[in-house]
C-alpha cells in the first residue's frame, strides 16, 4: 500500500515515476507467444458450406443449376447459398430478386431452400479461422499425476 495519502493527478507527483513517452514503439514480443488479445487472428482460408447441413464443399459452378450437395442432397444453387441472399431486404436479395434467363428481373422466389435459375447467383464463402493447436489427450495416469504434483506435500 502506498503512504499517499491522495492519488490525483498533479498531488506529489515530483515522487512518481515518469511516465512512458506518447508514440513510442512498444517493446518487442516474441513471435512464439501466439496473438494476443480477444481475436482469432487472421483468416486462414475461403470456403463455402452447405446452408442445409453445414458441410465444407467445393464451390459450385456459377452456371451449374442442377448442383446438390453431396451429404445431405440439398441443393446447393438456392437464394440461401447465394453471396446476396438477405432476409431483411425487398424480395431478401440485395440485387432485387431473381433474373430470368428472359431478362425479366426483380421476380420474387418463395423458396429460398429450393433450386432456382437466378442469373445473379453468385456461392456464398466465409473466412474460415485456423483452429488453435491442441495438445494431445493425456491418459488418466498422467491426469492423476499432475493433480498429486500439484498439491503434494
Sequence with gaps: MSDRKYGQRGYREDE???PRPKGGAPPP???AEGPRGRGLGAPTATVFRCAACGRQLEPPAETLVGATCGHCGADLHTCSNCVHFEPAVRN???QGGA?????TAG???AKKTKRNECMLYAPRQTQEFAKEATRPPQSAGDARAAFDALFKK
Aim: aromatic residues 0%; hydrophobic residues 25%.
Design 107 to 109: 421476380v420474387r422466389v
Design 29 to 31: 514480443r516474441d513471435p
Design 16 to 18: 512518481r515515476p515518469a
Design 99 to 103: 433474373t430470368l434467363p428472359d431478362g
Design 92 to 94: 431478401e436479395c440485395r
